[in-house]
């Protein structure tokens, strides 16, 4: 699937276009619905069917989420405080204290990352220990640290350690060896509803949100999720085209690329980097609103997916609001934690005269205090605003009495201040590795920045022609070697899955991801309704033999809003665009029986 941070762009973009389609709106909701079926990943269905400890985890994360706010409210009064005295010792010594500040934080921000890094790694971690003894027939038992050393294929399959927890993960049949078996046809007892919302009527259920949605909170919620729809189906196959193959096949190397596009495309389209962009303020509701919208989603899933179509992982089988809600709030803690701020790039101290009369003027301009604050607002906020204007005067006050003295020191700290750059220089490449290293793992963003400093990221994000024009390709074979979801399939052995198709991709070669809201990404709607009524297998492969290699679902802005504007009816395509695009759901691959 494309990430969070694109569908809300989709969204975003769509309402801009169509301002017209999206009466009585509230954003919030909107955003929150654009992010869709993905919500219900949070449930984790098969590890909180127990009361008791979905209870616990509820309780963890309201903790969580309350200390998380003070600390930022402190941060943020601490911030206001604080300024005067950080600018008047950036002022007596030059601008040394300022970056010494920098080189401080980014230490602190290495040392996290790095700990971070050490615990994914060693979740991933190779056993290298001499496996020769169990070669040696007379040697005691004893002498072998682990037993499993003795495994004839040991060697092999000690490399295949790669992927925790993520691997665990994917759809209902991916084949991945010991980390994940496909579920039995026909069967879903076991599958999340995040699988079933993204695999089986995902239309007729988008659909009912937004025939039975009723306010402001529930209709904004339910237009933003036919976005996700829109966006899935025209978007999904541009990600696969990156993967070389589909989520069922390849989820680990999916969920790396999904998340080097969002960040790619999220400073593309204007937004800035990534890690600044506070996407749980984006999707907060306060709790009547969160609640209006849990009610909708729950019983339009009830009215939509009967027996034996209900997975039995809950314990009612359905969720109830309380366990969507969690699934939210999980969700806001994961992206406050994922994108609550980045290191920045260093700036280079001034090198020349004019540019240490500039920083000096702006660090006096910075600090005019401006009119006094008025007295109507809350009295917190007067008190702080009060103390700001009084800290900003008198700082400005000792300034001007200090200026001699702050321009001969500016001239001074010259020397020192480029060597401390280089230092923190140093200090943010070590960040930025590590920060991409972990994102290559799958264990967060990394930043826009990242991307400038790594090269090959931007080329991991650009789309290729499929070998033989043929998809999609097969699982990699078992067991993988190290780092395999980082290059493409073909190259570690995958093959072509049996009666492959011609992709149907909204793409070309070297298409980068703006090109899933690019205007030229043009939608062929003869061939949509085409693929939408098509009632088997062969005739939608027949139908990927006449159009494919075309753009027929066009970008994901305009299909969206064909959808919300009834020019398209929300068929029920597959959402991960699982062989190409223009397929429905199916129980056996392929077979004729949808469902």
């Not at 949070?42 to 003070?70: Q, S, W, Y």
């Not at 290298?128 to 040991?154: E, T, Y």
């Not at 027949?542 to 068929?571: C, H, K, W």
Request: aromatic share 12%.
């Amino acid at each position: 699937m494309p990430k969070f941070g694109s569908h809300i762009i989709f969204a975003e973009l769509a309402r801009r276009k169509r301002p017209d389609l999206f009466v009585d709106h509230h954003e919030n909701a909107y955003r929150f619905g654009a992010i869709g079926p993905d919500t219900t990943l949070f449930m984790f269905d098969p590890a909180t069917n127990k009361p008791a400890l979905r209870k616990g985890m509820t309780a963890a994360l309201e903790v969580l989420d309350a200390v998380n706010r003070i600390k930022e409210e402190l941060q943020r009064i601490a911030a206001e405080l604080t300024k005067p005295v950080d600018d008047i010792a950036d002022w007596l010594s030059g601008g040394i204290t300022k970056d010494l500040k920098y080189t401080v934080n980014t230490a602190l921000e290495a040392v996290f990352l790095a700990a971070k890094l050490g615990i994914a790694w060693s979740a991933n971690s190779i056993n290298i220990n001499n496996p020769v003894f169990s070669k040696l027939g007379g040697l005691p038992a004893d002498f072998i640290k682990n037993s499993d050393h003795a495994a004839q294929r040991w060697v092999i399959t000690s490399t295949d350690n790669f992927g925790f927890p993520f691997r665990m993960f994917g759809h209902p049949y991916t084949d991945d060896g010991a980390w994940k078996s496909p579920l039995p046809t026909g069967n879903y007892d076991e599958w999340w509803w995040m699988d079933l919302l993204h695999y089986r009527k995902t239309g007729a259920f988008a659909a009912d949100l937004l025939s039975n949605a009723r306010g402001p909170v529930q209709t904004s919620y339910a237009r933003g999720y036919m976005t996700h729809v829109g966006g899935d189906v025209s978007g999904h196959p541009f990600i696969n085209s990156l993967v070389e193959g589909p989520f069922r096949n390849h989820a680990y190397r999916h969920l790396v690329l999904e998340t080097l596009s969002d960040t790619w495309l999220w400073e593309n389209q204007g937004h800035g980097d990534i890690l600044d962009a506070r996407l749980d303020r984006k999707i907060h509701l306060n709790v009547s609103d969160s609640e209006q919208v849990a009610a909708l989603v729950v019983q339009s899933m009830r009215r939509v997916y009967q027996p034996p179509m209900v997975p039995r992982l809950l314990r009612s089988g359905y969720p109830d609001e309380g366990e969507f809600l969690f699934a939210y709030r999980f969700m806001q803690n994961y992206l406050r934690m994922s994108t609550n701020g980045s290191v920045p790039r260093p700036v280079p101290p001034p090198d020349n005269p004019n540019e240490v009369i500039k920083e000096i003027m702006d660090l006096l301009r910075n600090n005019l205090p401006g009119p006094i604050p008025g007295g109507n607002a809350d009295i917190i906020d007067f008190l702080k605003a009060l103390f700001s204007w009084f800290g900003k005067g008198l700082t400005l006050l000792l300034m001007i009495a200090t200026l001699p003295w702050a321009v001969l020191m500016r001239f001074v700290a010259l020397a020192p201040r480029w060597i401390i750059y280089i230092v923190n220089l140093a200090l943010f490449y070590i960040v930025s590795a590590i920060r991409t290293m972990l994102c290559l793992t799958g264990w967060g963003y990394c930043s826009s920045e990242d991307f400038r400093n790594f090269g090959f990221l931007k080329d991991m994000i650009v789309s290729r022609d499929y070998e033989g024009n043929q998809y999609p390709q097969s699982n990699t074979s078992i067991p993988k070697p190290p780092f395999y979801w980082l290059v493409s399939p073909r190259k570690v052995g995958s093959r072509h899955e049996p009666a492959a198709t011609i992709p149907l991709n909204p793409n070309s070669r070297g298409k980068r991801p703006d090109w899933m809201v690019d205007p030229a990404n043009v939608m062929d709607k003869h061939a949509v309704f085409a693929f939408g009524q098509a009632a088997t297998p062969d005739e939608t492969r027949r139908l990927e033999m006449r159009y494919g290699g075309q753009s027929v679902f066009g970008n994901a802005v305009d299909l969206s809003i064909a959808l919300l504007d009834g020019t398209v009816p929300p068929f029920d395509f597959d959402l991960d665009g699982d062989r190409g695009s223009g397929y429905k759901g199916w129980e056996t691959l392929p077979n004729d029986y949808y469902v």
